[in-house]
């Protein structure tokens, strides 16, 4: 037997299919893993077709080394040739995000001792067998729950107890299950359905394979897929469920598990590599029929998936920020495809490109029949002190009346940037071309792209002087400020950023100002997301324009969502309110958001889009070259520019873009009408650059669908 198989190398050079010559026949099929020699190497390789015979020469054909434990479905291997084509990149480094975690260095699952009593053991506290103590506890243990891991009970003490036959000690395979998610306020019971959800559930069971479930905040979406679930269930189909993050959004993983048990699986990056790869084995397995996780979970390991639901789909998090980029969204509509499963993607605030492409269903009111919260917007201008007047008054209230307020500032640290109060130097990352951040309780500053950390500095660099000043105000001060006005009695002061590591930290941090009778959650976008916490009387935005300073057709959605979702926090369970600070008040995405009308912003932005070519109407494509060497770089996007050329497509650049971690960037964007074509000039162009000598150094990166 012949194995044709995709090396897993990161060079973009080595292309298509290797024949190797299988060590046993039995159990290699497509979606094995071997270890090969290639080039001198050895490497894992992925088998992509078996076939009886080889064109390579009987003589240079080798044998594989070995056969690896775990193995990709089939469809997976094709998802990783679509997605090679499609994001402009090799199937290997697509097989590099698709394969579970440890599959290369062969990781497998734990064997454990474990003992349980023979029939002789069993009868042995009542024979007056000679037994110590020690030995007779352990039996006494053993005849109340067996088998025990004989770790638990003591392995040397059992085994002299198996030498007499009383104990049978084997070994068996242990599963490492990811610690539940205890959420508080999460039922297994379902609730009856309101009228809208049965409306939305009917149409989903109709015609029709692509769905947009457009509900606002608190309307009950989560419901909608839970029995939509078990529906593909029930007809023995299985179900992928996408969150942004889990560790934000532990509540509806803790939803899941609570209706469906031991067939949700879970994979996520917080989880230890044993437990990822065991919990992959139960999909592989059949075991596991539900994969609920962050964007890579659209590569579990399933068969006859029935319903793909992406939540929160408006998330910047599905798209992955390394090679290859690709979008989870964009995937889980190919595997939908493929095979033949209904997708379900849902929002409050939808992406234009989502309503446009996608059956619209909706649920127009929350569950609780209570109205969005009022929104209020505050002019800044001329204003110096970093909060409005009125939201300092209404911050006092919450506080008064013992209640719960978040508080959203899209800037995590203490200032934005320092610099010398005497000659005005700004102190900037050695690496990137970027100010450093203060962040004052770690008495240092650091680089928010490319993670450079230093002591404070305590003078300038150039002149000397000591005055120091710092500028804006981040999440790090927010949360001082409001401590000092605001803390103490029990009404606590909490902050959530991408400075509180780690995704247990979060969720903990979440837990306890579920938990805390009042107090004021202050954040990034962070505190933004699907979190349901059912006493928030108060949304505050500071600095809602933040997001319109960035210089991307992108900016007003991304801040109309923010305002909206944040909003979607407060007045569950009562009344709430929302205010947002803001120094260009009349803009319409501010001005929609405070309306809560998703509709008309989008259909705004549609017509927009239309008319300058941009997605849904266009593929863009961004092209960066990366490099130490300025020069080098441009040469580089320039010679690309020369060699892509798709028909009814535009090139723009290559434009300059700030440097990042010591490498000078050159971009270059494609605009272009037919996706398919402009896609593939640009994997051409990139490819035949690959080998070229003078562009060697130079790090080019391709982003189909930049975000
Ligand atoms: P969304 O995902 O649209 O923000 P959720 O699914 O989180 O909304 O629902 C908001 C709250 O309403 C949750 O606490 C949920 O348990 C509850 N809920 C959902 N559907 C119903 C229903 N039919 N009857 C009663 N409560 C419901
Ligand atoms: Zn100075
Ligand atoms: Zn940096």
Redesign the pocket.
Known sequence: MIARVLPLTRTRAVRGLWDYRLPEADGVGVGSLLRVSFNGRSLVAVVAEVASRSDVPEDRLVMAESVLPARLPADLVELAVWMAREYCTTPARALSVILPVGAERGLREKQVLVASLTPSGRAALDDGAQLTDGQRAAIRRLAETSPLRAADVGTELLRRLERRGLVCIEAATALRRPSRHSVS???AVA????AD?EAVLTALAGHGERFLLH???????????LRAAEAVLEAGRTVIILVPEIGLTP??LA?FEARFGDVVAVMHSGMSDGARHDEWQRLARGEARVCVGPRSAVFAPLEDIGLIVV?EEHESSYKHEGDPRYDARWVAEQRARVHGALLVV?S?TPRPESVHGLTELR?PR???GRRLPAVSVLDMRGLHHPLHPEVRLALADVRRANGKAVVLLNRRGWSNFLSCADCGHVFMCPNCEVSLVLHRREAAVACHHCGHRQRVPSRCPSCGSVSLARHGAGTERLEHELSQALGGDGFQVLRLDADSVGLDARARLLERFAAAPAGVLVGTQMVAK?H?F?DVSLGVVIDADQTLRFPDFRAEERTFSLITQLA?RAG?GGEGRVLVQTMAPEARCILLAARHDSDSFVAGELSRRQALGYPPFATLIRIICASPDAAAALECAAALRGLIDPPGAAVLGPAPLFALRGRSRFQLVVKAGERAAAVAACGSAVDSLAGVRAHRGVAVSVDVDPQ
């Open positions: 306020s999460v039922s609730p009856a359905l309101t959800q509900g606002v905040t608190g309307s009950g979406k989560t419901e909608v897929y509540q509806a939803r939540d849902g409050a649920l929350r569950v609780d699907g349901d059912a979607g569950r």
